[in-house]
């Protein structure tokens, strides 16, 4: 079987078990090696703040010198002022701190709640937003629902 990918960028059909060129590129959504950008199935956002110290080297530099490691950077919390002026405008997420509205943030995420018990309560909720922009690198912003209101004041 001739690879479609030589073929697409190389313009030569090359049969092959490992194709050299697809385990040379790394995605940039979801840095995995095997597939383009275009072509990710994750969800995420383009960019994501980097997690890892490895993260900042260059694929074809780890590649070469087989840096495996995954040594954590250890963010601010989302309250600290550090963290507000790092994280530009784009990067911070408001959301309605109403039990409905994170449940429906939550299922457009595809985020995990970790409920111990049948129905997860609005904390495990928090929480696992929480988690989730920590690990994204963006900042979440709790808003309190505004309720219209049914009567108007009269005078």
């Known amino acids: 079987m001739s690879c479609q990918l030589c073929l697409q960028y190389l313009g030569v059909s090359k049969e092959h078990t490992l194709c050299p060129l697809r385990t040379s590129i790394t995605c ?12 990710c199935a994750d969800k995420g956002p383009h960019w994501e703040r980097p997690t890892s110290l490895e993260e900042l080297i ?33 990067n ?3 959301v309605a701190d109403d039990y409905e509205a994170l449940g429906d943030f939550i299922k457009k995420h595809s985020i995990i709640v970790d409920a111990k018990i049948t129905k997860d309560s609005k904390e495990e909720r ?14 979440i912003v709790m808003q309190k629902m505004i309720q219209k209101a049914t009567a108007v004041a009269a005078n």
């Open 28 to 39: 940039r959504r979801c840095l995995h090696t095997g597939h383009l950008t275009k072509e």
């Open 58 to 90: 260059p694929a074809g530099v780890r590649y070469r010198y087989g840096i495996t490691t995954r040594t954590p950077i250890d963010f601010d919390e989302p309250g600290d002022e550090g963290l507000s002026r790092e994280l530009p405008d784009c």
């Open 92 to 94: 911070v997420l408001f």
């Open 126 to 139: 928090r929480r696992a937003v929480k988690q989730w922009s920590v690990q994204r690198g963006y900042r």
